[in-house]
Every structure is written in structure tokens, then in C-alpha cells.
């Protein structure tokens, strides 16, 4: 070459890559997210604010220090534990008091993930774990729902919110019902207009179904997330619920209802398809879906709670490495079966 | 996404990195200058080197023989100039070792003309001439595997062969050296293909070649229309855009719909493919009874001032290529064959051999490597893969050096290293890279055992 000399780089091939990174895809996640979020605090305004916020900072934090305390570089770059803190916080009823909602973050992030070895590793969704650990600590605080589109929701903290540690949470007004109690203990069924635009109470951020699946779709269109398993999951609810629903119209309801009440769409879309807990082939994605479908309308049919999606998806991420282990591509040039 | 496309047949999985083909495709084929010295190593194929048939200080002549084969994985290798042998010894290789071979000091101003040998006549020629003359010839696959020509032709008697592929695909990004050779040397193609008729004794031809050049497959259509070659049963079929389409296997499955069986050959779903290019030298050589002693390469990317494509002597050193087609000065990564499967250089001082199908040149922070993240399970690899493996799963066991079930339970030999899981990574896991490693490791343990 010329007299300068120059330092090239020596690597093997491919030299070129599609510029996809785990960071960019989990940021999407966090952007597809924000308009759900942003329809919490609008339907449960201080409260859910307060929540979502305390739920992310948590978990971050808890992260940011574990991987100081091991010696190791932060991960909270990968944007990942993001994407865990604000669902935490979305699957959180509005008015939880704020040290329960700090506890679930550093229980969620540190044990379902950390002490699996993190980002990759976690063989459960770590939000649903956080929750899952709040739902067995405090059962009563976890079923207590504040009222949807309430007129002080901007201008005051429910009394809840700011429970001192360890005090009993005091619920101010009435403690409102969610559509899915209501089914459970009443016998009614919720108008499924009012469950697709959000209009019910519930969790922060289970509410507002368009929003959760524009959200979905728009992970989809950019490959950000598999679409076969929350579409196998909405429909095997869907068909499950509805042939009960025709057996007995009165006790089992519609599938409508079943697919736009609870968490469903928010576990279907946002939860279920943590790429780490989930299948790796599209076809174990599709048979995980389906069992998570399954388990959502037993638990929610027959159990003992009105609420199944953390559980059913809880227990279909420690399916899924056995469906990975049976479902795998045929090799090429390989017989079938 | 599936197998059947807008653009025309093809296989599964698969990707779609960007073509950059338009700078380099509308070039035509220029000669290159020769270099001072050449460096012929004897090996520049896979199987045994060449055995050299000239001594230090003899004068030699473009074209003549200077090593013969030796056995039957073999070919011969031909002077890639007219000069004198300065030397037999070591040369830097592509490997990084150095290998031994033939320095060829080259008489500035001759008349490089090429000696014309004893001709292989297509109708007077037995298929065992005809694949003598192919190694005489020193013919091996220009598409970058080097594999000696004449012996994937010589196909098994109880395994009858009912089509003849010509692989006129070259899905690999930047390279464009077959789509010349397609739009300049249609005759020399069609003269290979009737050799190669002949050989492999199939009763047709198909010309696979990508959709990204489809008035090559119309002029080469309504060429094989003329008299002279109405008489060939050959037939142009487009194929769709995507990578690796130009691998045997896959080109096999879209143009065929039929499977090479895992650890098989073509042969086993009665095929034989050759490259367009390797067919053209068959047709252009063996009539004059010439050998190999140049090729058709690419020489590109963004920190190349002349890219082209160029006919350029077996045996030029690169970095003589190199200060003929200029550098940018921002260069920072520069590799042999395109950039998927493309090899980086140890050296700018090994020479140019016949598998090398091309030279690109990156500047500045293109293609930098990227910091590393664990695996998150999204599947991109899954679903790229053309041969259905787990990229996955198998980068997890190369972490953990478990080479031997990656072999045996996950088909890890059946890689071919086309690079499609590293391309779409994102956590940047270097996976082509480690199954090459973990396939030597395997290998290494075979021959042991």
C-alpha cells in the first residue's frame, strides 16, 4: 500500500450484521408501552403515576446496585429491566401502598432474575414474579381496586399509597370491584365496549386493550416480538370460553368477556412474550400459547380466584424449556418425524 | 418467509442483507496488470498440492505447466505469466501458515500470450478425457469452496444423474464476477455445459440465477434460442432474492424441490451443480487445451477508488492488487470473497488464488464489532438458518466446549458456515465463528479416533 501505515481490523466472517440489538429491541418494548402507561395515569391518575414510577425505579435500581455489589458492570443499559419495572407496575392495583410496590421490585428483579444469572437467564418473567410474590405476602392489598376515572384521581394520593411500612393500608371511599370479581363472586358479566377501551377498574395498566394491542402490533410489524404466541393464547381462550359459554350462558361467560377483562391481553401481548421465558421456534410458541390459553380459563373458570394469566404464564415459562427440548425445526435433509 | 416467493422459487429460513451489487454489476470484466512476481502456492485447492514440474532459474511461458497433480484430489497449476521461476519455496497463506510454492519473476513488456495445448474435443472426448482434461486444466469451483472440479463430476455409476445445475446465483453481497461472466461469456458457458452434459451423462440443464439479475437470465434465455445452441437441453429458471440461495443445497431445494440428505451429496437426490463461472473456464479452456491461470474477481466495497471486475492473473499479490485499484485512507477491514463468507487476511502479502472470488474493502466504522450480549432466546438465528439447525443452543454448547454433542445430537456438520446467525444476532453473539471452531475441534477428534 502507501507509505502510511494503517491498522486494519482482522475478523472472521460475516463482516457485515443486520444491525439489530437486544438493547434496540428492548427500548421498542419500553416505547410500546408508554401509551399503556400513559392510560393508566390518566384512568387512575396519582395513584398509578406513582405506582408505575415506583415499581420502575425499583426494579432499575435493584438491579443498578446488584450489579455493583458483584463487582460487574450495570446491565440497566440493556433497557430489560425497564420493560420489568413498568409491567410490575402496570399489573399493580393503583392505590397499592408504595413500600409493598418497592419490595415486589427487589424481590422480582432480584431473585427471578439476578440469581439467575440475569438478562437471558431468567427462566421466569420477573414481574410476575414481583407479583406473584405480592399476591401471596399481601392478598388483601392486592385485591383492594380504586375506582377507575375518579374525580380527585389528579389532585389527591389515595391514603393507601403512602401505608407507612408494616401498618395495615387504609382504603379510603369503597373499595371497587374489577369485572373479573364481579364475574367471579356476583355472576355478572362486564359490557366488552367498556373492557376494549379501558373504561373498568383493574390494574394500573390491564385496562385499555386497544392500547395494549396497538402496542402489540407494532412490536410485531418490527419482528420485536413473536405474534404466534399471544395470537395463540387470545385464541384458545377464545374458543375454550366460548364453547362453555354455549353450554351454559349463565354461568360461563362469553368470550368477549374473557378475552378483554383481567390481565389477558396485557399478559398475551406483553408478558407471555418474554423472548428468555418463552419457546425459541415458532412452533413451540404457538403450543406454549395454547397452554397458557388453557390454564388462563381453568384458573379463572374453576379456580379459587377470579384472576389466572400471572399464574398460568408463570407456569408455561417453566414449561417452556421442555417444549424448546420436543419442538425443534427438522433439520434439513433429515426424515420427518 | 416461505418457500414460494413473488420473485420465484426458493428455500426456507433464510436472509436478506443488502445486495450493494450496482456499483461493480454494470462493470465490465477489465485485465489486470501483471505483477512483478507472482506467488503460485501448490495447494490452492482442497485435497493433495500440485507437485511442481519446473525448476529455479527455468524460463516459463503464460500457461505452462509449472505443477502437475498429484493423485486424484488434485489439479495442476499453469504460469500466470511469461517470466522465470526465481524460486520453489515457502509463502504466506491465506491460513496464516506459510505454504509452499512457486515464485515466478514476470518479463515486463512480453506479449503474454497464452500457448495454445492439445485440445479436448467435446464429440472425440470419452467422459474419462474429458475429466482428465478438466484436471489437466487445474479447474476448480470459482465460486470460493476451491473443490477440484473434476471430481465432484465423477459421480458414483449406481447413482444416475437427471439434472445438471448451473449455479449462476451469487447471493453473496458486493460480488458481481458471475453476473459478468453471464453477460459477456455466454458462449463459453453453453460450450461447458455440453462437457459437463456429457460427463455427468444428465438429460438436462438448469441455469439457477437470482432475480436481482433478470435481464442476464433473458439474454442468456433468448442466447440458448440461437442455432448453434438450440440444440442444448438447458433452460434458465430465476430463483428469489435471498441469502445463501447460492448454496448448493438451497439452490438444489428451490429450483428442485428435492432435500440433499444431512451428510450427503447432490448425487444422492440425482444432481450435480456447478458454478456458472467454473462452467465458463470448462468452456473456454478445454477446446484450446489451456489451463487456469487467471479468474474473474471483484474488487469493492466503499474504500475501493477503481472498483471492478477484473480478470487478474492467478498468483498476483494482493498488495500489488491493492496499490492498482487504491484505498481510501479510512480503510479498516478488508477480506477475501464477499462479506458473509468472505476470509479476513492474515497478510496484504498472500496472493490471489482460484478460490478467490472476490476482494472488498470497508472504511471508517463499517461492520465494527459490536459489544456482546447474552442470548435472550428471540429466535432470529432459529428462523434464519437455511438447514433448520438451533444456532442457539449450539452457541450455548460451543460456550461450554461440548463439540461432540453439538455433532451429534444437533447436526452441527451439517453447518456450512453461511453466516446467516451471526448476520442477524442481536445480542452479537459470534456463532458462525464458533461452530468453525467447534467443527474443527470435531474433526481434529475423528482423525484421532
Known sequence: MNKRSRTLEIHTSPHIASGASVDVIMRNVVFALLPVAAFAVYSFGLAALLTVTVATASCVATEHLLCRLSNSPSTVRDWSVTITGLLYGLTLPPALPLWMVVCGGVIGVGMAKFLFGGLGYNAFNPALVARAFLQAAFPAAMTSWTPAFAADRFSSIPASTLTIPFAAPAYDGVSSATPLSLMKFDGQFAASGDLLLGLTNGSAGETCAVLILAGGLYLAARNMLNWRIPASILATVALLSEALHLVDPGLYPPATFMLFSGGLMLGAVFMATDMVASPITSAGCAVYGALIGVLVVVIRLWGGMPEGVMYAILLANAASPHIDALIQPRVFGTRRG | ?449
Open chain 2, 1 to 449: 418467509m416461505f418457500g414460494l416467493s413473488r420473485q420465484g422459487p426458493s428455500f426456507a429460513h433464510g436472509i436478506h442483507p443488502p445486495q450493494a451489487k450496482d456499483e461493480t454489476s454494470g462493470l465490465p470484466i477489465r485485465q489486470f496488470p501483471f505483477a512483478p512476481v507472482m506467488l503460485v502456492p501448490l495447494q490452492q485447492h482442497i485435497g493433495k498440492p500440485a507437485r511442481a514440474v519446473v525448476r529455479e532459474g527455468q524460463e516459463v511461458e503464460r500457461g505452462q505447466l509449472i505443477a502437475e497433480a498429484d493423485g486424484f484430489v488434485s489439479v495442476a497449476m499453469h504460469a500466470p505469466a511469461s517470466g522465470v521461476i526465481q524460486k520453489l519455496g515457502l509463502m504466506p497463506s491465506i491460513s496464516g501458515k506459510m505454504v509452499p510454492g512457486i515464485y515466478i519473476k514476470s518479463f515486463p513488456g512480453s506479449s503474454q500470450e497464452v500457448n495454445e495445448g492439445i485440445p479436448c474435443e467435446l464429440d472425440a472426448a470419452s467422459v474419462e478425457d474429458i475429466l482428465l482434461a478438466i484436471q489437466g486444466a487445474g479447474i476448480v469451483g470459482l465460486g470460493g469452496a476451491a473443490f477440484p472440479t473434476h471430481v465432484k463430476l465423477k459421480v458414483p455409476a449406481d447413482k444416475p444423474i437427471d439434472t445438471l445445475i448451473i449455479n449462476g446465483v451469487e447471493c453473496e453481497p458486493y460480488l458481481t464476477t458471475d453476473h459478468r461472466v453471464m453477460v459477456e461469456q455466454p458462449d463459453d458457458i453453453f460450450t461447458g455445459i455440453r462437457y459437463l452434459l456429457k460427463v455427468t451423462g444428465a438429460p438436462r440443464a438448469i441455469i439457477g440465477i437470482e432475480a436481482n439479475k433478470l435481464e442476464v437470465a433473458e439474454s442468456l434465455r433468448s442466447a440458448l434460442l440461437a442455432p448453434a445452441y438450440s440444440d442444448i437441453p438447458a433452460s434458465v429458471e430465476v430463483v428469489a432474492v435471498k441469502y445463501p440461495q447460492g448454496a448448493e443445497k438451497m439452490l438444489i431445494r428451490a429450483l428442485l424441490g428435492r432435500e440433499v440428505p444431512s451428510g450427503g451429496l447432490p448425487a444422492d437426490v440425482k444432481v450435480v451443480s456447478v458454478n456458472v463461472a467454473t462452467t465458463a473456464e470448462i468452456g473456454r479452456l478445454l477446446p484450446h487445451g489451456r489451463g487456469i491461470q487467471e479468474r474473474v474477481i471483484t474488487i469493492g466495497g466503499p474504500a475501493v477508488s477503481k472498483k471492478g471486475n477484473y480478470r487478474i492473473p492467478i498468483g498476483t499479490p494482493l498488495r500489488f492488487a491493492l496499490d492498482y485499484v487504491g484505498l481510501a485512507d479510512d480503510v479498516s477491514r478488508v477480506f477475501l470473497g464477499g462479506p458473509m463468507m468472505g476470509q479476513a487476511l492474515p497478510s496484504l502479502d498472500i496472493p490471489i488464488t482460484k478460490g478467490t472470488s472476490g476482494f472488498i474493502a470497508f472504511g471508517g466504522d463499517q461492520a465494527r464489532a459490536q459489544p456482546e450480549f447474552p442470548c435472550i432466546h428471540c429466535g432470529y438465528c432459529v428462523d434464519a438458518c437455511p438447514l433448520f439447525l438451533n444456532p442457539s443452543q449450539l452457541g450455548l454448547l460451543a460456550k461450554s466446549g461440548q463439540h461432540q454433542r453439538m455433532a451429534d445430537e444437533l447436526h452441527l456438520m451439517d453447518c456450512f458456515e453461511c453466516g446467516s446467525c451471526s448476520y442477524v444476532c442481536p445480542a452479537h453473539i459470534p456463532l458462525v465463528q464458533r461452530f468453525r471452531g467447534a467443527k474443527a475441534m470435531v474433526r481434529k477428534q475423528q482423525a484421532k479416533s
